[in-house]
């Protein structure tokens, strides 16, 4: 008898043992922040044996970039950071694989031309947060949203930084033929929606990209509310502050080209 309880004992506080590891082995997580920088990429895809490429960010670079062969050429457009697990590809709402129906482009186009036009989409007019590279995130329909995605797990996007076009911001700011300037009253904001490894949202945080016309640079957001999540979808809106309250535009199309760079995704896996 004395044995049999020696033994019970013994197991008990090995089970126990177990599952303190277990816990400790769960709560144990690792942070990175993806910059696109060649420079700053360890490891490389995990997809091809690990060969390390210090060029990887430099091959999803179109050249020119409206109408280049990457993001025009009907091949689906894609791409993959191995330190974060984070990838995206175009959503594809026209169904000819290309950036006319949306999605997130890498790009390096850093100009202040005195004549902007659609052809500078993927130009920011103030230097990345971090090296030469960023993103570029274009949401041609709400229907089919851009996304960030985690190829493998899921995660938590801790923050990321955030910044106009320049081709957004001179319509915003100076109009065109088929657009007034913003309105002192007017906005655009970004809503990003977490979605889980089931398929359900796990919540909404917005992002005013413009708030009375003000904005053209460089800021913060806070993804963290979103909790952990499987991928992160955009949305855009614009309106106007009316009676301080914001009111969405019921317009079928947006008077603005729905444009917006990121840098410095910083996640926990």
């Not at 482009?105 to 230097?127: H, M, R």
């Not at 971090?130 to 995130?137: D, E, L, R």
Request: charged fraction near 15%; glycine fraction near 10%.
């Amino acid at each position: 008898m004395v044995n049999m309880k020696k033994s019970l004992i013994i197991l008990a506080l090995a089970i126990m043992a177990v599952g303190c590891n277990e816990g400790e082995q769960i709560k144990k997580t690792t942070t990175a922040t993806l910059t696109f920088e060649d420079s700053a990429f360890t490891g490389g895809d995990a997809e091809n044996n690990n060969t390390v490429n210090t060029s990887w960010w430099a091959q999803y670079i179109d050249s020119p970039q409206y109408g280049g062969n990457l993001l025009y050429g009907g091949k689906g457009y894609a791409w993959y950071d191995n330190a974060t697990t984070l990838s995206s590809k175009l959503p594809d709402s026209w169904g000819d694989g290309t950036f006319f129906g949306g999605g997130i482009a890498i790009s390096n186009y850093v100009a202040n031309p005195t004549t902007i036009t659609y052809e500078d989409q993927l130009t920011i007019g103030s230097k990345p947060v971090s090296g030469s590279n960023f993103a570029v995130c274009y949401v041609a329909t709400n229907d089919y949203p851009p996304y960030i995605e985690f190829k493998y797990g899921v995660g938590t996007i801790e923050q990321m930084y955030i910044i106009p076009t320049i081709y957004t911001n001179a319509i915003v700011q100076s109009g065109n033929a088929f657009a007034q300037p913003m309105a002192q009253n007017g906005y655009i904001r970004i809503e990003a929606t977490g979605i889980n490894e089931a398929g359900t949202p796990t919540g909404t945080v917005h992002f005013y990209l413009y708030d009375g016309r003000g904005y053209n640079s460089w800021r913060k957001w806070s993804l963290n509310e979103l909790g952990v999540i499987k991928r992160v979808e955009f949305r855009m809106f614009e309106g106007t502050t009316e009676n301080g309250q914001r009111v969405d535009s019921t317009a079928e199309y947006p008077t603005y080209p729905f444009y917006f760079a990121i840098d410095n995704i910083t996640v926990t896996k």
